[in-house]
């Protein structure tokens, strides 16, 4: 079966330092990855997206993220971080090999950054 | 860009009522989903459908069901509201592509009292 697991449910930051959101997954295939962002009360948005190629994955708003097959971890990552970045953050995967439709979701990470 | 809209940001429905929750995408895209989302739970797929006239169920489809009568629209169904699915409806469509995104309507904030 396929899982995602976010193990922080907080990441607390403050501006201008690096920022990390971690994600391990569990796909029996090979996986397809997703970051995904949530402001309060609205919609998901895409941020990036691993399906193949280079491990590191460049994405909206200078985030990017590192696929490491050894460790199934796909870890979101931002040099410099900003007060808006504070949000909600999704980790999503697919077995590629598997349904064309679903993405499973981990249960989110909440990123605090501070001034 | 891809737009996804729901209908309703926000409801306040009686236990009880009936609840029509709708989606329109215009991208054309073949597959769409009804998700809910509660604190400390994530997302938990409820239906998805992926083409007119189908659709499967997903983790947690009691007491809900769906219509999708047109390709660009996806309907979500409570047929009579209870307390517990007071929560936040998002829609989602996607390509047929396993390698594909989905994207996110706004999200209907529904209150059953």
């Known amino acids: 079966a396929q899982s995602v697991a976010q193990p922080e449910d907080q990441v607390n930051v403050a501006e201008g330092n690096p920022l990390t959101v971690k994600c391990t997954y569990s796909?029996?295939?090979?996986?397809?990855l997703f970051w995904y962002v949530q402001y309060p009360n609205r919609g998901l948005q895409f941020l990036l997206k691993?399906?193949?190629?280079?491990?590191l994955v460049k994405g909206s708003y200078g985030f990017e993220a590192e696929f490491n097959k050894s460790q199934t971890s796909f870890h979101l990552k931002k040099p410099s971080a900003l007060v808006s970045d504070s949000a909600l953050y999704f980790c999503?995967?697919?077995?590629?090999?598997?349904?064309?439709?679903?993405?499973?979701f981990g249960k989110g990470t909440k990123l605090s950054v501070k001034p | 860009d891809v737009k996804v809209t729901q209908s309703s940001r926000y409801l306040v429905k009686r236990t009880g009522e009936k609840v029509f929750l709708e989606c329109v995408q215009d991208?054309?895209?073949?597959?769409m989903f009804w998700y809910r989302q509660d604190p400390g739970l994530g997302l938990r797929l409820i239906y998805f459908?992926?083409?007119?006239?189908?659709?499967e169920k997903g983790d947690i489809p009691e007491g809900y069901s769906v219509s999708r009568e047109k390709k660009e629209r996806f309907s979500l169904i409570l047929e009579s509201a209870s307390t517990n699915q007071t929560s936040m409806y998002l829609c989602?469509?996607?390509?047929?592509?396993?390698?594909?995104?989905?994207?996110f309507g706004e999200g209907s904030r529904l209150t059953v009292l």
């Open positions: 989602a469509s996607s390509l047929t592509s396993a390698s594909g995104e989905l994207f």
């Open positions: 796909v029996s295939g090979n996986p397809y």
């Open positions: 691993y399906i193949t190629g280079d491990n």
């Open positions: 999503a995967v697919r077995d590629s090999g598997g349904s064309q439709g679903n993405l499973i």
């Open positions: 991208m054309d895209h073949e597959n």
């Open positions: 459908s992926y083409d007119v006239k189908m659709k």
